[in-house]
């Protein structure tokens, strides 16, 4: 599971992605419109801001912006800002490695190749699905949700 941080991240990059005509966000204003608590969006906006996912600028009109566009920022790295690597097992990190001390042979552990497909398969939706292909395909599910017919009496 992703945590409550990758899952606002996403919605507060949504909400910025998803408002045309504006330059830059208050976290005030994304924290409100999302339901995201302000404190916890704060720190949310600054991890992804160290990350090169937003830019921000103090002063009069200031306050985050998308650094990238939502067609070239990929949903992985974003979750990855607030969850490191997508290794479901220590094995497989490759920023917290550490081998399993129940394993024997790290090299033909069958744990460790299945999970090693699970991590590419993972890695391969998140690194190939775009903030925009994610707004996309919510607004295509709302449209088809606004669309069925209910014939019930």
Do not use: W
């Amino acid at each position: 599971m992703i945590s409550m941080r990758s899952k606002y991240g996403l919605k507060a990059l949504g909400y910025m992605a998803r408002t045309s005509g504006k330059e830059s966000f208050l976290i005030a204003e994304i924290a409100q419109a999302e339901g995201i608590p302000k404190k916890f969006l704060e720190a949310i906006l600054l991890t992804l801001k160290n990350n090169g996912i937003l830019s921000s600028r103090k002063g009069p009109g200031g306050g985050y912006s998308l650094a990238k566009s939502p067609a070239t920022l990929t949903i992985g790295s974003v979750v990855r800002s607030f969850e490191g690597d997508l290794a479901p097992v220590q094995c497989l990190s490759e920023t917290q490695h550490a081998s399993c001390p129940e394993c024997a042979d790290e090299d033909t552990c069958g744990i460790k190749l299945v999970m090693a497909d699970v991590a590419a398969a993972v890695a391969a939706v998140l690194d190939n699905v775009t903030l925009a292909d994610m707004l996309q395909r919510s607004e295509f599910a709302r449209q088809k949700r606004a669309q069925v017919v209910d014939f019930a009496i």
